[in-house]
């Protein structure tokens, strides 16, 4: 499981390439005469060959475009513009952007906000976290400092051995078919998340998440 790890970001002046200025221009012109790829909230609804975005916020004024300098190569700009930078843009009045970013060589990324997460610089692999079989899971739970459990351990002796848990759910039919039970545990240094077989019987799975994840909400 990836966990953010941030890395501090270099400022940078950079000139607006040549594409993206005229794609900007395209821009200006489909906000002055009100187009609904223009006023509509969206993240891809305005497009050229090298860049995509579009309104961040109905009625706002501030636009999110992502940018790729070069064909065939990873890196990125992700840049938030208002109205009036893009005017400017637009006319030839501003001919740089200030950008922050990342400090590898191998990256180059860049960003209109200095604290914006890099999903290639600001994200590592943590073998701690992840799903795990039960039998994967022993020594990670011993990490932890909990004896005891097995892979015959059952609902009730997890719990005798590690108390109510902070949530618990499953044991029902929802609609993407049978939700096995499960039981999480809130620990200082991570969340644990142990699933049970169809009757609540062994312990089939557990899952460590980062402290303070939250699932996603849609």
């Not at 609904?36 to 050229?48: F, G, K, V």
């Not at 501003?94 to 906000?113: A, H, I, N, V």
């Not at 899971?137 to 400092?145: D, F, M, V, Y």
């Amino acid at each position: 499981m990836r966990r953010e790890q941030k890395h501090p970001k270099s400022k940078h002046r950079v000139e607006i390439p040549d594409d993206l200025a005229a794609f900007l221009r395209d821009v200006h012109e489909l906000i002055e005469t009100g187009d609904d790829s223009a006023t509509i909230e969206s993240d891809d609804l305005l497009q050229c060959e090298t860049a995509y975005g579009g309104l961040i916020e109905t009625d706002g004024n501030e636009y999110g475009f992502t940018y790729f300098p070069e064909k065939g190569v990873r890196h990125k700009w992700e840049l938030e513009l208002d109205v009036h930078d893009i005017a400017n843009i637009s006319e030839g009045s501003q001919t740089t952007l200030t950008l922050w970013g990342c400090q590898s060589d191998d990256c180059r990324c860049m960003f209109s906000d200095p604290d914006e997460l890099c999903f290639y610089c600001d994200y590592i692999e943590d073998d701690h976290f992840g799903n795990f079989s039960i039998r994967d899971a022993l020594p990670r739970l011993t990490a932890q400092g909990i004896e005891g459990i097995t892979d015959q351990s059952s609902r009730d002796d997890v719990i005798s051995i590690l108390g109510l848990p902070d949530e618990a759910g499953g044991g029902v039919k929802g609609f993407a078919g049978f939700n096995f039970p499960w039981i999480k545990y809130h620990r200082d240094t991570c969340q644990i998340h142990f699933g049970f077989s169809k009757s609540g019987g062994r312990v089939k799975t557990v899952n460590f998440l980062p402290r303070d994840w939250k699932p996603a909400v849609y």
